[in-house]
């Protein structure tokens, strides 16, 4: 990576010392403590001119396999520009007080006169989108499992994710409650989809 950098910096001072200066910024401890500070006036920068940002935020692998990335990039004309990230331990991966964290790091980076949607994919839990509410944001994340929730219309029955059939078809089903447990209790909308099945089951080559 420190290679790959130098390489191509611009100026006319020789690889080896193109090389040496990305290896001097990248061990200035100085600057580190100052990532922070970088990445929330890049994402202000960013965003003040949106008044309504989508943000996607997943969780992703390292190539060492010992860390994951919690990372955040904001959705903009068909690109999807890294807004925030921080590096775990794979151990960590999950952990809803690093995700609690970030999502407050993000929140204080963006333009708060923006309407804010996040997307996430299955994995996250309930806490994380009661969170995300209570930062005066909304969602759309992909919900399974035995996690429970209830219709307005029937709100005496909650019924598990696995208790509901999601067809080809969008189905809108109404607006309730997603968890029953009080911390992590959230309103929302929902939505029923399944999609088409790949053709990948049982196709891996044997012997």
Known sequence: MVHHLGRYLPGSAQVKNKIKRVDR???NTSLHKDIPLIFRNITSLLTRQFSWCVIAVD???YPSQEYHILHASLLCD???IPLLSRIVPSAKQNNSLIQKEFLDELHRCV???AKVILITDAGFQSAWFRHIKSLGWDFIG????TVQFCLLHDDERWLKITDVRGKASPEYPGAGWLARAEYALCSCHFYL?????RGRKNQRSRG
């Open 25 to 27: 910024l990248l061990g």
């Open 59 to 61: 969780w992703s692998g």
């Open 111 to 113: 333009n708060p006169k």
């Open 193 to 197: 989809h399944k999609r088409e099945t």
């Open 78 to 80: 068909g690109r999807s």
């Open 142 to 145: 992909r919900i399974r499992g």
